[in-house]
C-alpha cells in the first residue's frame, strides 16, 4: 500500500515536468444583438473562459490585454475576415486561436453561436449554434458547447510529452500517437494482461498491455532517451511464444526474453490515438 502511494505522489510531482504545451486561445467579450444587454454578454463570455479553463486544454489569453490590443489596433468586426489583420493579432497576442461569438434574441428565443478561429490562416475551425429559452440555460450547456470547440484545435504531441491519458508519448508520426501508461505494480501475465486493460487513465477505456514491439519502442524512445523516468524495472509484453510462455523486456539493458507466465514483472499500458 505504501509503495501504491509513493508512486502515485511521485506521478503526481512528475506531471508537471513533462506536461505538453497548451494551445494559447483568446476569448473575446460576445457581442450582442435585440434585447441582451452588455452585462449579460460579459457574465457569459466569464462563463465560458472559466469552462474553458477548466478543461485543462487551452491557456488563456489574459481579457485585459486582449481588450487592450484590440483597442490599439482598431480591430473591428468587419476584420476578422481580413487574414492579415487577424494574423497580426494572433501574433501581438501570442496565441494561436481566437473564439468569439453572439447572443442574439428574437422573439421569446435566445440564439448562442461561438466562433473558433486559426489566427494563423484566418480559417474558421469550428462554429455553432445554441438556442436557448433564457440566459440562465448558458451554464447548463457550456460543458458541451466548449467541448465541441476545443475537439477542433489540432493537438501535436512530441515524444516524451504527456498524453490525454496521462502516460507518455512514445510514439508520434503522422497525427498518429502512443502513449504509455505509470507503473502499475508488479503481476503474472495473466494479471497483467487485466489491470493494463482495465486500466482507465485520463477515463479513457482502450487501454491495454503492449506488445512486444511496442514494449521495445518504448525502450528505445524514452528509456534510452532517459525520458519519463522508465527506470531499470522488467515489463510484461502481450506477446506470447505458447500458453505457458510470453515476452518481456529488460529496461537495464533492453534485452528480450522469453520467460514462465506464472512469474511477476512490472506492468505499463499503452494506447493509441
Not at 505504501?2 to 506521478?11: E, G, Q, S, Y
Not at 489574459?62 to 487574414?83: C, G, L
Not at 501574433?91 to 473558433?116: C, D, E, F, H, P
Amino acid at each position: 500500500m505504501k509503495k501504491a502511494v509513493l508512486i502515485t505522489m511521485l506521478f503526481m510531482v512528475g506531471f508537471g515536468a513533462f506536461a505538453q504545451k497548451l494551445p494559447t486561445v483568446a476569448v473575446a467579450t460576445f457581442d450582442t444583438m435585440g434585447d441582451i444587454t452588455p452585462d449579460e454578454a460579459q457574465v457569459v463570455t466569464e462563463l465560458f473562459i472559466a469552462e474553458l479553463v477548466s478543461s485543462g486544454k487551452v491557456s488563456i489569453v489574459d481579457r485585459v490585454n486582449f481588450d487592450k490590443i484590440i483597442k490599439e489596433m482598431q480591430f473591428q468586426t468587419s476584420d476578422w475576415s481580413d487574414s492579415r489583420k487577424t494574423a497580426q493579432l494572433g501574433s501581438m497576442l501570442n496565441a494561436g486561436y481566437v473564439m468569439r461569438g453572439q447572443l442574439m434574441k428574437m422573439g421569446n428565443v435566445i440564439y448562442w453561436t461561438a466562433t473558433m478561429i486559426d489566427v494563423n490562416t484566418a480559417q474558421v475551425l469550428y462554429s455553432g449554434r445554441e438556442q436557448l429559452n433564457d440566459l440562465g440555460e448558458v451554464f447548463g450547456k457550456l460543458s458541451i458547447f466548449c467541448k465541441q470547440m476545443l475537439d477542433k484545435i489540432p493537438v501535436h504531441y512530441s515524444i516524451g510529452d504527456r498524453g490525454p491519458g496521462g502516460g507518455f508519448i512514445f510514439y508520434a508520426n503522422n497525427g498518429t500517437f502512443m502513449e504509455v501508461s505509470i507503473m502499475l505494480g508488479t503481476y503474472n501475465w495473466n494479471q497483467a494482461k487485466g489491470i493494463a486493460e482495465n486500466y482507465r487513465g485520463g477515463g479513457y477505456t482502450d487501454w491495454r498491455l503492449p506488445s512486444k514491439g511496442e514494449l521495445d519502442m518504448i525502450y528505445q524512445n524514452l528509456r534510452k532517451r532517459n525520458l519519463a523516468g522508465l527506470g531499470n524495472d522488467d515489463y510484461w509484453s502481450s506477446s506470447e511464444s505458447d500458453s505457458n510462455h510470453a515476452w518481456l523486456q529488460r529496461f537495464s539493458d533492453g534485452h528480450q526474453v522469453n520467460t514462465g507466465k506464472d512469474y511477476t514483472y512490472g506492468v505499463r499500458a499503452v494506447r493509441a490515438f
